[in-house]
């Protein structure tokens, strides 16, 4: 019989309504279940393609002895992270402070009242490693519950307070000034790798926004020192096997610092932020790697992640069904042996193969096999088409092979980010059909995730909306991809929509007194603690990403109160930022924004024509770019701006002083370098 997740919208939970554990999904009643019957909650929370989620489901979650342990003893709360990062963020915060790691799955055990009192990650099915086994320390839990009653609940109490006393430096409310960004520059060239590009050791994480924030560096300082590292780290890891070289997209993280073996799963965020990222590269440099990782992620998004509804499914798993043994393992869908080569390519095509991508009859994965990479030493010579043939021959095997499943959960956040991407490379590389991708998931957005008081749903499945509120970064990531679609359609209900959704970031997320803002609505569900974090995870900030688009509204609009609050939420980025800027990245990328203007174009003339496509190249930081046919009032910075001699006409601004307006995009393009 199906448990109490059947009619759950999350993929990850659904993934569980057929085991034999009781699971509750988190609400108020799995806690007057537990209360009433005089039991500890077991919190677990995990995501659809987190690996070690899937392996501790089989091991235990299927387990019917151990089940039957959990039913008796505990009321078990199932959660996805994605779907409520407000609770993952909670008891993250403390697993993190009792262990000093965290990780998914994440194994919390709670009080009634929702107070924490043991914590674990993973649990085997049997000890091992120095690891309790699973039923080990659900009996542990028990008999503490049971004998020392007194003991756990001073525990639990304890954790709430240190939780509620520990202070986030919020700054000084002023925004970083040039001694700032020059020290967090110099923090990130220490901690920069020379040989491989990024930053740190093993695991590596595409650094999508500290690129960024490179990337504007050198755009208003001329830093060659910032571009370098930017470049060198793209290409790395456009060569490696955390990129798909036969699909094209990113794999979630590389677990050497070489970037050769990722863990496979491919996450919407990541990809529409590096998408992003090797666009703004290319826009630098002149890249075509950059040129053709963009597009190529661009493409890879559509293809495998637009759901029928028109928005951007989640995720899809790094595990896939091994069609020589039909286990279900990690990477099965994209490595291959030499062997699968000569199948699919014949001897000769293998070995261009083989040199061409780094694949040797010792594997650089498990098993003899290979992930696709291009290595810095070019292979033989071989033109252009030979290698292409190969591999839409491969691209054709691979997808005979059974595919990694998918989470189509549309998250509201995750969209905003990928709304902003495509329309960006769209217009970059005349590509209208990622426009019209892009308008098509803002479209959805509007009609299924906001409703008629611009609050957001945090996510939804198969055109039904969830029950989950949105977060701040759900208004900040949404409100920047209405942004950018206004930036290239000239289309001024896109402004519209994200000034209605920043007005509720000013109204329920920040606070007044100091200008920090919240993860959570004032007047959202009341955790143990209101969640709070300026630094970056996987995705930018809520916070910073909150502040980039106020900035960006208020260049467009001129409305002082979202300036002012977009700057002192800044002021954390001036705390933190040298100290720490590997994890701030988008906070420091906003701020050289606001140090840059940022600048306000306005182009009279036909939308995406030449003046608006330079004015959208322009490299000047967090410049922001209305456009619209002469005597149009879709966008504010066009009022009362008309034709030159009859000619489409650019006028550039900043601080309230315009330039003279210009006809020519070479003059334009000048003004805004």
Same mark, same amino acid.
């Given at each position: 019989?199906?448990?109490?997740?059947?009619?759950?919208?999350?993929?990850?939970?659904?993934?569980?309504?057929?085991?034999?554990?009781?699971?509750?999904?988190?609400?108020?009643?799995?806690?007057?279940?537990?209360?009433?019957?005089?039991?500890?909650? $077991?919190?677990?929370?995990?995501?659809?393609?987190?690996?070690?989620?899937?392996?501790?489901?089989?091991? %235990?979650?299927?387990?019917?002895?151990?089940?039957? $342990?959990?039913?008796?003893?505990?009321?078990? !709360?199932?959660?996805?992270?994605?779907?409520? /990062?407000?609770?993952?963020?909670?008891?993250?915060?403390?697993?993190?402070?009792?262990?000093?790691?965290?990780?998914? /799955?994440?194994?919390?055990?709670?009080?009634?009242?929702?107070?924490?009192?043991?914590?674990?990650?993973?649990?085997?099915?049997? /000890?091992?490693?120095?690891?309790?086994?699973?039923?080990?320390?659900?009996?542990?839990?028990?008999?503490?519950?049971?004998?020392?009653?007194?003991?756990?609940?001073?525990?639990?109490?304890?954790?709430?307070?240190?939780?509620?006393?520990?202070? $986030?430096?919020?700054?000084?409310?002023?925004?970083?000034?040039?001694?700032?960004?020059?020290?967090?520059?110099?923090? $990130?060239?220490?901690?920069?790798?020379?040989?491989?590009?990024?930053?740190?050791?093993?695991?590596?994480?595409?650094?999508?926004?500290?690129?960024?924030?490179?990337?504007?560096?050198?755009?208003?300082?001329?830093?060659?020192?910032?571009?370098?590292?930017?470049?060198?780290?793209c290409e790395r890891m456009a060569r490696g096997g955390i990129y798909d070289q036969l699909g094209g997209g990113f794999a979630r993280y590389s677990v050497d610092r070489e970037w050769t073996v990722p863990h496979f799963e491919k996450m919407l965020y990541?990809?529409?932020?590096?998408?992003?990222?090797?666009?703004?590269?290319?826009?630098?440099?002149?890249?075509?790697?950059?040129?053709?990782?963009?597009?190529?992620?661009?493409?890879?998004?559509?293809?495998?992640?637009?759901?029928?509804?028109?928005?951007?499914?989640?995720?899809?798993?790094?595990?896939?069904?091994?069609?020589?043994?039909?286990?279900?393992?990690?990477?099965?869908?994209?490595?291959?042996?030499?062997?699968?080569?000569?199948?699919?390519?014949?001897?000769?095509?293998?070995?261009?193969?083989?040199?061409?991508?780094?694949?040797?009859?010792?594997?650089?994965?498990?098993?003899?096999?290979?992930?696709?990479?291009?290595?810095?030493?070019?292979?033989?010579?071989?033109?252009?088409?030979?290698?292409?043939?190969?591999?839409?021959?491969?691209?054709?095997?691979?997808?005979?092979?059974?595919?990694?499943?998918?989470?189509?959960?549309? !998250?509201?956040?995750?969209?905003?980010?990928?709304?902003?991407?495509?329309?960006?490379?769209?217009?970059?590389?005349?590509?209208?059909?990622?426009?019209?991708?892009?308008?098509?998931?803002?479209?959805?957005? !509007?009609?299924?995730?906001?409703?008629?008081?611009?609050?957001?749903?945090?996510?939804?499945?198969?055109?039904?909306?969830?029950?989950?509120?949105?977060?701040?970064?759900?208004?900040?990531?949404?409100?920047?991809?209405?942004?950018?679609?206004? %930036?290239?359609?000239?289309?001024?209900?896109?402004?519209?929509?994200?000034?209605?959704?920043?007005?509720?970031?000013?109204?329920?997320?920040?606070?007044?007194?100091?200008?920090?803002?919240?993860?959570?609505?004032?007047?959202?569900?009341?955790?143990?603690?209101? /969640?709070?974090?300026?630094?970056?995870?996987?995705?930018?900030?809520?916070?910073?990403?909150?502040?980039?688009?106020?900035?960006?509204?208020?260049?467009?609009?001129?409305?002082?109160?979202?300036?002012?609050?977009?700057?002192?939420?800044?002021?954390?980025?001036?705390?933190?930022?040298?100290? !720490?800027?590997?994890?701030?990245?988008?906070?420091?990328?906003?701020?050289?924004?606001?140090? %840059?203007?940022?600048?306000?174009?306005?182009?009279?003339?036909?939308?995406?024509?030449?003046?608006?496509?330079?004015?959208?190249?322009?490299g000047a930081p967090g410049a922001v770019v209305a456009a619209g046919p002469p005597g149009s009032a879709e966008l504010p910075l066009l009022a009362g701006r008309g034709l030159v001699d009859g000619l489409p006409a650019a006028y550039v601004c900043r601080?309230?002083?315009?330039?003279?307006?210009?006809?020519?995009?070479?003059?334009?393009? %000048?003004?805004?370098?």
């Amino acid at each position: 019989m199906p448990n109490r997740l059947a009619h759950e919208t999350s993929p990850y939970l659904l993934q569980h309504a057929d085991n034999p554990v009781d699971w509750w999904p988190w609400s108020a009643e799995a806690f007057d279940e537990a209360r009433e019957r005089g039991v500890p909650v $077991l919190l677990s929370v995990g995501y659809s393609s987190c690996h070690w989620c899937h392996v501790m489901a089989h091991e %235990s979650f299927e387990d019917e002895a151990t089940a039957a $342990l959990m039913n008796e003893k505990f009321v078990s !709360v199932k959660v996805d992270r994605e779907e409520r /990062p407000d609770v993952d963020a909670v008891y993250m915060e403390a697993v993190q402070a009792a262990t000093g790691h965290g990780g998914w /799955p994440m194994t919390v055990f709670l009080t009634a009242d929702a107070e924490p009192f043991y914590f674990g990650t993973y649990f085997p099915p049997e /000890p091992r490693h120095g690891m309790p086994s699973f039923a080990q320390v659900l009996d542990g839990v028990h008999r503490a519950w049971t004998d020392r009653r007194g003991e756990v609940d001073e525990v639990a109490g304890k954790i709430v307070r240190d939780l509620g006393e520990r202070q $986030l430096t919020h700054g000084t409310g002023e925004k970083p000034g040039e001694d700032e960004l020059a020290q967090a520059l110099l923090g $990130l060239t220490r901690d920069y790798d020379q040989a491989h590009g990024g930053f740190g050791g093993a695991p590596k994480f595409p650094p999508s926004m500290v690129i960024e924030f490179l990337l504007r560096h050198y755009a208003r300082t001329g830093a060659e020192g910032a571009l370098q590292m930017a470049a060198e780290t793209c290409e790395r890891m456009a060569r490696g096997g955390i990129y798909d070289q036969l699909g094209g997209g990113f794999a979630r993280y590389s677990v050497d610092r070489e970037w050769t073996v990722p863990h496979f799963e491919k996450m919407l965020y990541d990809n529409a932020l590096l998408c992003r990222a090797y666009a703004h590269l290319w826009r630098a440099t002149g890249s075509d790697l950059a040129r053709r990782v963009a597009l190529e992620t661009a493409d890879f998004m559509v293809r495998e992640l637009r759901t029928n509804e028109g928005g951007f499914a989640s995720a899809l798993d790094a595990d896939s069904e091994d069609p020589a043994t039909g286990e279900h393992v990690e990477g099965a869908y994209y490595v291959w042996t030499p062997r699968q080569l000569r199948d699919v390519l014949g001897d000769s095509d293998a070995e261009l193969a083989m040199a061409a991508y780094g694949v040797t009859e010792e594997g650089t994965f498990e098993k003899g096999a290979s992930v696709l990479r291009l290595p810095l030493a070019e292979g033989p010579l071989a033109d252009a088409s030979r290698l292409a043939s190969v591999r839409e021959r491969l691209l054709a095997a691979r997808a005979d092979r059974p595919a990694p499943g998918r989470d189509d959960k549309v !998250v509201a956040a995750w969209n905003g980010l990928a709304v902003a991407a495509l329309a960006e490379v769209g217009a970059y590389f005349d590509r209208p059909d990622l426009v019209a991708a892009a308008v098509g998931a803002g479209d959805l957005l !509007v009609r299924l995730h906001m409703d008629p008081r611009a609050r957001l749903a945090r996510t939804s499945k198969d055109g039904r909306a969830g029950s989950n509120a949105g977060v701040l970064e759900d208004y900040a990531d949404v409100a920047e991809g209405f942004l950018t679609l206004a %930036s290239v359609t000239g289309e001024g209900v896109w402004l519209e929509f994200a000034g209605f959704l920043l007005d509720h970031v000013l109204a329920q997320f920040a606070d007044p007194e100091s200008g920090a803002l919240y993860d959570t609505a004032a007047d959202a569900e009341r955790l143990i603690r209101r /969640p709070q974090d300026p630094t970056d995870n996987a995705a930018p900030s809520g916070w910073t990403a909150a502040a980039g688009a106020l900035l960006s509204y208020a260049a467009h609009t001129g409305a002082s109160p979202h300036r002012l609050a977009a700057e002192r939420a800044l002021g954390v980025v001036k705390a933190l930022g040298p100290r !720490v800027p590997r994890f701030i990245g988008h906070g420091l990328a906003v701020a050289e924004a606001a140090l %840059s203007g940022p600048l306000e174009v306005a182009v009279v003339g036909e939308v995406l024509g030449d003046l608006h496509r330079t004015a959208l190249l322009g490299g000047a930081p967090g410049a922001v770019v209305a456009a619209g046919p002469p005597g149009s009032a879709e966008l504010p910075l066009l009022a009362g701006r008309g034709l030159v001699d009859g000619l489409p006409a650019a006028y550039v601004c900043r601080s309230f002083v315009c330039d003279a307006p210009t006809t020519d995009p070479g003059e334009l393009a %000048s003004k805004l370098s």
